[in-house]
């Protein structure tokens, strides 16, 4: 439904560091290097980042990971990386019963989670 999203950031270089490296597993990489930065994984190109005033910081969106594996290896990739962390992966069955995610907080704040809607 969603083809990209573009997010304005007031550090780019740090949401450079943080996008591509939590990116990277999904098979993303940057793609576009001009004064937007965009990522894709060889097929589309579907996240831009580009200098500019953050508008909210309450923004909530979400990756899709394959599995739960790779929900985990992201998180785990942060960690290493000294990204800030906000809830460690963990089923959330609140939601429905296969929900499995892990969340972060980009360098504006905005909470980014990684999700996979799979059983294990």
């Known amino acids: 439904m969603i083809d990209h999203i573009e997010l304005k950031t ?3 270089p740090a949401s450079l560091h943080f996008y591509a490296t939590l ?4 098979g993303y990489r940057l793609e576009v290097d001009g004064a937007v930065k965009g990522f ?3 097929k589309t190109l579907d996240f831009f980042l580009a200098l500019g005033e953050v508008p909210a910081r309450d923004v909530h969106y979400a990756f899709n ?4 594996a790779m929900v985990d290896r992201i998180y785990a990739v942060g960690v290493q990386a000294g990204l800030a962390l906000d809830r460690a992966p963990s089923l959330m069955a ?3 019963p296969n929900y499995y995610a892990g969340f ?3 360098p504006d704040g905005r909470l980014v989670e990684f999700v996979c809607h799979k059983p294990e």
């Open 10 to 12: 007031a550090d780019l």
């Open 23 to 26: 990116l990277a597993p999904l």
């Open 40 to 42: 894709g994984d060889g």
């Open 65 to 68: 990971s394959p599995d739960r």
């Open 94 to 96: 609140h939601v429905h």
């Open 104 to 106: 972060l907080r980009d």
